[in-house]
């Protein structure tokens, strides 16, 4: 395809206004194919889920093509899902030969399908359904989805309580005889004890991993906890008034889920890429930039930076979704911690321009890590990722001697302006060593209002989405402010032991340390909104790694050093 015939297509598919702000330079095929995909994906942004579950790569058959609800489509799934507990029941029972994987029940419509491809059918049919909308959710309307995951919650596919009951009654009054003649319990009876505190619903999903083809089984089970965690999300949102499924047996469903997925996802099983620009299939950069969540991509010029020199770009795969990266992390290789995105920037221009060569990089600096399947949030990826992406850094650069981060402090700005208004609620701060009387005296000074308090005009002030280019003089006397409170809600805000920030949590999880704040860090709208422009350093000292994974898990110790409790006794 040549030049013009390209600029075509892009005009008539995205529009003149994406191209006017996203310039090209078009070299070969292959970065036809990578400048098309990158502009589709900029002009679909508000269109689709960040969150949809790329079907196209399970191979799908056509009769199972995304399509509205309907009852037969619901009737079909079920229909799928009892044929496949009868056939587990037959197995488990062994009433059958060898074949007992294809028994199937009398008078079925599906007696002569095969138990892998009635698995796959059934894997097909649920991941090809419509993602659960917030619109149709808050408006009432259910889906297949919706009627399934009710159908999934009926006792019958739970625990067995009665016959739990029952085995546990009988292992007390039937004994068999152990060593040196003292009476014990079967190993059989403890054997069905144990299958039998197993919900049947996960038996099930178990069975379905084993037979299913393409291993359909695995991409079933984390678009299917995906939806249970939606569910459990707009629940909170829908009218008290209305019917409400028992969240608690759909917690349980979503944990057990988690459990097996943690075991199919374990760090043996996974794959570490590096993704560039030149080797790496334009279909997966496509997903890098789409699911982009730390900081969007801006123009293909910023995507081609993150995955050129002075960059790394590294992801994991699974065998069973081999086109799918499940987690990914931009690293940049640098002289020296940075103290802000355009610190980072300007190093990378720096080993761009020649000026500086990777092979001399001290500090390797991962600044955004994104988990791009929402099934597997809380299978410990990223922990594992950053782990063996050391391992490949240490390996290819020898005087690499620095591993950290440069962080955003997300849901900072919404804590500070929380707390704020509980304040102006109650007239009395919920927490006395947060803003002491020097503090609102000088936010008097600084933010003078005849009819508004000094934590009030704060609060109205970092509204301002350029409230840091108003005025220099104002934004330096804000530093020390604004850094006590982001090092209180890091390090001393706290829920149940652990930080409240959830990147914190997740790198002190991780074995990391606070090392230093950095203000204005990242002034982009979103990094100004989110945390007040404010960034933090996080730095993983290889030798302490495991003794600080430790002590956090059994004590909730955090290593907080002088960079950021220095602001604390400001």
Known sequence: MNTSRLFILLRRSVGPRVLSRSPIFITDNQQNQKCFSF????STLSSRSRNGFDVCNCKFSSSYS??????????????????????????????VNK?????????????????????????????????????????GDSSVKNHFLDFLLKSKYGI???GLASAINNSLHHHEQGDGGSERISYKTIQR?????????????????GSANQDLGVAFLVKLRQDIRDWLRLSSQRDQQSPQPDLSKLRAIERDIQTILTSLFRPGVLNL???????TPASIIEQIAFKEAVHPLQSLNDLRTRLGPGRRCYAFFHPALPNRPLVFVHVALLQSIPESMTDLQESTRKIVDGNHLESEATCATFYSITNSEPGLVGVDLGNHLIKSVVRVLKNEFVALDTFCTLSPIPNFRRWLQDKIERTTASDKFMDANLFTEGDLQKIENLLPSSDQAPLDSLLGYLKDPHWHNVSDETTAKLKPLLLKLAAYYLSIEKHH?????????????????????NYLGDTTAKGVRSSCGIMINYRYSLEQLEENHVNYERTGEIIVRDGVSCWLSR
């Open 193 to 209: 004890i144990r299958q039998l505190c197993t919900p049947r619903y996960e038996r099930i999903f178990q069975y379905i991993l």
């Open 39 to 42: 502009l589709l994906c900029r």
């Open 160 to 162: 067995d309580e009665n």
């Open 99 to 139: 074949s007992a994987n294809d028994g199937h029940t009398e008078g079925s419509s599906y007696r002569n399908i095969s138990t892998a491809n009635l698995s796959s059918d059934f894997c097909r049919a649920y991941i090809a359904l419509p993602h659960i909308s917030v619109s149709s959710w808050r408006g």
């Open 66 to 95: 995304t399509r509205s609800a309907s009852t037969s489509s619901y009737d079909n799934l079920c229909n799928l899902f009892q044929e496949i507990d009868h056939r587990l029941d037959l197995a488990e029972r062994s009433y």
């Open 497 to 517: 032991g652990r930080p409240l920030c959830p990147v914190a949590k997740f790198h002190i999880r991780n074995g990391a340390e606070m090392y230093r704040l």
């Open 273 to 279: 890429q590096q993704i560039t620009y030149d080797k």
